[in-house]
């Protein structure tokens, strides 16, 4: 009896890696992401693709991405992206981010980037 439930264990953990490898749990993470900054002072609209992970230098700002997810559900698509920003201009700018949380392209006033001349929207994951 014994030696039927270690077979069945066997057989269940064997299972459970095999359905794990056929199905990887980020298929709705991306590698990139498009965020638009307006620069509130020039009312110029820029578009930046960044990739998930690394850094980008925007003007003053350095703008880093550490994830992003697409909606698993297709009737309400939403995006999400947790976004560091730090303002290079500010004193101490290596110790203290400007915003470092979850940005919603659905509603960006969940969670506002509050910045005197800049102000940054999530477009997509891709």
């Not at 900054?37 to 700002?61: A, R, T």
């Amino acid at each position: 009896m014994e030696r039927v439930i270690k077979i069945y264990i066997y057989i269940f953990l064997l299972n459970t890696i095999f359905i794990n490898s056929l199905y990887p749990s980020n298929i709705n993470e991306a590698k990139f992401v498009e965020i638009k900054v307006l620069d509130k002072v020039s009312s110029i609209n820029s578009k930046l693709i960044l990739e998930v992970g690394k850094e980008l230098k925007f003007e003053n700002l350095l703008i880093k991405t550490l994830k992003c997810k697409n909606s698993e559900f297709d009737d309400n698509p939403e995006i999400t992206a947790y976004i560091q920003v730090r303002d290079l201009n500010m004193s101490k700018n290596d110790q203290v981010f400007v915003f470092n949380g979850w940005f919603f392209s659905s509603s960006p006033s969940v969670n506002p980037f509050d910045h005197p001349v800049y102000d940054i929207w999530l477009s997509k994951c891709y």
